[in-house]
């Protein structure tokens, strides 16, 4: 059984930097892996995914400002967050796919104050 485990929310001032984590367990090979958020009373979507190989995108809201990354001997992906805006609180889920299933971590709340 494959399971994601997020870490690193919390409370920041704008401007500030968080960094996610985010660690897979339950299977040798993880493949593309990304970083979703939802915030109340909108639809998840998508922030950054990142290939098995390292290549990453972004949605438009945070290029430049996050960085998606991964650590495949550890089977773990990495979201640093830089200035972080007013438009930038909500759950974050991490998300991989292992031969073809898609799993989600439990989400880790990140909150900016102005």
């Known amino acids: 059984q494959v399971q994601l485990v997020e870490s690193g929310g919390g409370l920041v001032q704008a401007g500030g930097s968080l960094r996610l984590s985010c660690v897979a367990s339950?299977?040798?090979?993880?493949?593309?892996m990304a970083w979703h958020r939802q915030a109340p009373g909108k639809k998840r979507e998508l922030v950054a995914r990142?290939?098995?190989?390292?290549?990453?995108n972004y949605a438009d809201s945070v290029k430049e400002r996050f960085t998606i990354s991964r650590d495949n001997a550890k089977n773990t992906v990495y979201l640093q967050m830089n200035t972080l805006k007013p438009e930038d609180p909500a759950v974050y889920y991490c998300?991989?796919?292992?031969?073809?299933?898609?799993?989600w971590g439990q989400g880790t709340q990140v909150t900016v104050s102005s």
């Open positions: 998300n991989g796919v292992v031969w073809g299933h898609s799993y």
């Open positions: 339950g299977s040798s090979f993880i493949g593309a």
């Open positions: 990142i290939t098995a190989d390292g290549s990453p």
